[in-house]
């Protein structure tokens, strides 16, 4: 297992810390603030890095619009990444389905080089978004219609020659969704949003509540319970905080 402790400063600790590392099979590696260091016994703490909910990328927020006229595509597609390492997107393709539709079209293929941080955000916008962050990438399509039936979104990756399913979200009517779809789309100015934990509810997952800050690691391949209705949509992207559960 790997794990990674951050100092801003050197010295701008109070008090010192000391852990010890280890992985399977190997020896313990004594830390402190200062670097490794060979520690008189009983002067550590232990650390234990919990593995991810989810070993894959996923769908974690969507807004399919913003009202009408250019609010309309005001939208968002926003992933999270809840595994312990960063992910290469490049090439990755983000795809729309409207409620009944035959096919997907892809909405978004995303550059060499973007890369979405172990626990960190990436966030894909539409023409006319206000979110008040910056964007990851832009697409054109408006999935607006879907705000008052169902649709859906995906997410694939390239293996070999052939797209693969990453991730998807089926909403409202959406009739090709992970198990059973997720709640209709909410009214203007809202979103969709994967829980961070089996228990979360809408107001855990808003601002202040108890889970807004543990990330969106619930994937049981169920939309229907693993997506919650927010009232006030809340967009992050590469530059947001990490988050864990």
Not at 106 to 132: E, P, Q
């Amino acid at each position: 297992m790997k794990a990674s402790l951050s100092i801003p400063t050197a010295g701008t600790y109070r008090y010192g810390f000391r852990y010890r590392f280890t992985d399977a099979g190997a020896p313990w590696v004594y830390c402190d603030q200062n670097g490794t260091t060979v520690p008189p016994l009983g002067t550590y703490g232990s650390v234990t890095v919990k593995p991810p909910l989810t070993n894959h990328v996923v769908i974690s927020e969507f807004s399919g619009g913003n009202g009408s006229g250019t609010g309309a595509t005001d939208e968002f597609v926003e992933l999270y990444n809840p595994t312990n390492a960063d992910v290469d997107l490049s090439g990755w393709q983000v795809s729309y389905k409207s409620a009944t539709g035959a096919s997907y079209s892809v909405i978004a293929t995303l550059a060499a080089g973007k890369v979405l941080r172990a626990h960190g955000y990436f966030l894909l916008t539409g023409a006319n978004f206000s979110g008040g962050i910056a964007s990851d990438a832009t697409y054109a399509a408006d999935t607006s219609a879907s705000t008052t039936a169902g649709g859906h979104i995906r997410l694939q990756r390239l293996s070999g020659t052939v797209f693969v399913d990453v991730d998807k979200l089926g909403y409202g009517t959406g009739n090709q969704p992970e198990g059973s779809a997720a709640p209709s789309h909410p009214a203007v100015g809202g979103s969709l949003e994967r829980k961070a934990v089996s228990s979360s509810t809408s107001a855990t997952m808003a601002v202040g509540g108890a889970d807004a800050s543990r990330g969106n690691g619930q994937d049981t391949d169920n939309n229907s319970v693993d997506f919650v209705v927010r009232a006030a949509r809340q967009p992050q992207n590469s530059a947001s905080p990490l988050e864990f559960y």
